[in-house]
């Protein structure tokens, strides 16, 4: 089986720096992709890694690590509209498989 | 039609109904899924096609079918529905060539199984 794992939760202040760590131990690996989530939304794609190293998009980077099986999502400036769920997914065979989300919460 | 539509938004069902979730791309996308999103347990693979006139099964197929008979629909049904079956389903797309496989989501549909 697939087994993804992140944090459950995770809080933090507005201007703040967050990073949601993501491990893996999947058959096969074709990418990872981070997935942002909004209360009662459809996740949007936010990033897309397949090569070590960081990627950044914006306010938003992430990491890959193949040989550690390991990803991590750096948000930095912190805004309120940053709360939300964040997903990593593996893609395998063209096919994807989550982790359960880490819901990130931004206080004022 | 603008990407990926789902019908219905909600649904409220008597256990042993039948019940088929209607999910719609434009995007000429050749691949498609269809998730449940339960509480604490993430996205989970139901059933996925990779090309018209195939489909294939994921993580938890039990109870639930699909059929791909054209590029655009991918429908799932739940034959006789079960209280279990009570989650938030999502259909997805993607176009398999494309260098990220990307998949693209719609806005889901929340069924609740009495």
């Known amino acids: 089986g697939q087994n993804i794992d992140q944090p459950t939760e995770m809080t933090a202040t507005e201007g703040a720096i967050v990073q949601i760590n993501c491990t893996y131990q999947?058959?096969?690996?074709?990418?990872l992709f981070w997935y942002q989530q909004h209360a009662g939304e459809a996740p949007t794609f936010l990033s897309y890694?397949?090569?070590?190293g960081l990627e950044e998009k914006g306010r938003f980077s992430s990491f890959l690590s193949r040989s550690k099986g390991y990803s991590y999502l750096l948000l930095k400036e912190l805004q309120m509209k940053d709360s939300a769920s964040y997903l990593c997914?593996?893609?395998?065979?063209?096919?994807?498989?989550f982790g359960a989300g880490t819901t990130v919460t931004v206080r004022a | 039609i603008a990407g990926i539509t789902q019908a219905p938004t909600s649904q409220i069902l008597a256990a042993g109904r039948r019940m088929t979730l209607r999910c719609t791309q434009d995007?000429?996308?050749?691949?498609m899924y269809w998730y449940r999103q339960d509480l604490g347990l993430g996205l989970r693979l139901i059933h996925y096609?990779?090309?018209?006139?195939?489909?294939g099964k994921g993580e938890v197929p039990d109870g639930y079918s699909v059929s791909r008979a054209n590029t655009d629909d991918f429908p799932l049904t739940l034959a006789s529905a079960v209280p279990s079956q009570t989650s938030v389903y999502f259909c997805a797309s993607s176009d398999t060539t494309s260098p990220h496989n990307e998949q693209f989501f719609g806005p889901g549909t929340r069924l609740t199984v009495l």
């Open positions: 997914a593996v893609n395998h065979d063209y096919k994807l498989s």
């Open positions: 999947t058959s096969g690996f074709n990418g």
């Open positions: 995007m000429r996308h050749n691949a």
């Open positions: 890694n397949v090569l070590d």
């Open positions: 096609s990779n090309t018209a006139g195939t489909t």
